[in-house]
């Protein structure tokens, strides 16, 4: 039971921080965090992103209340939505219907007031190269957290063996 709980941990941790691409930038004292959930963002496939700001010199997640968030390619807005900020952050789901540089606007809110804003770009491939996106990538990933929940969890399980064996003795 330890061992599947340790896999499970290392998997949430993972995937909350959002193993894949992303982007952070500096801007006005905030460091805002963009990520997605591949490393090869294709067209067709649902992408998961996710926005997160904090304090750029203490690392501290900042308040806010929502993320107004603007998807355009080639100046046309293609798509755009107001996040309200969940435990943990604020994240959407979006489907690129085709290749191409994407630009991602994020501003984040206190209420009606702006506190900060910037923009990401995405280059987003075809969704026939598999090789480099989908299951290949993804499989991998799931592989190297299973791995690291499997060494975490032998880890303990080896300190708890040595402590509880060094407090028989006494």
């Not at 691409?21 to 649902?46: C, H, L, M, W």
């Not at 280059?123 to 190297?144: A, K, M, P, Q, Y």
């Not at 509880?164 to 003795?169: F, I």
């Amino acid at each position: 039971p330890q061992h599947l709980v340790s896999v499970f941990l290392v998997l949430v941790v993972v995937h909350a921080h959002g193993i894949g691409g992303g982007q952070d930038k500096i801007v006005n004292g905030y460091k805002i965090d963009f990520s997605y959930d591949t490393f090869f963002p294709a067209a067709g496939e649902r992408i998961l992103m996710g926005f997160g700001l904090s304090n750029a010199s203490t690392g501290n997640a900042a308040s806010y209340s929502s993320v107004w968030t603007r998807i355009s390619k080639g100046g046309e807005l293609l798509f755009s939505t107001g996040i309200a900020h969940d435990f943990g952050g604020s994240g959407l789901s979006y489907t690129f219907a085709e290749p191409g540089k994407y630009n991602i606007e994020v501003d984040f809110y206190d209420g009606a007031k702006k506190i900060v804003g910037t923009d990401f770009s995405v280059n987003v491939t075809s969704s026939d190269s598999e090789s480099v996106s989908g299951i290949g990538s993804d499989f991998t990933i799931l592989l190297f957290a299973f791995a690291a929940g499997a060494i975490a969890s032998w880890l303990l399980l080896t300190l708890r063996r040595k402590t509880t064996t060094q407090r028989r003795k006494r």
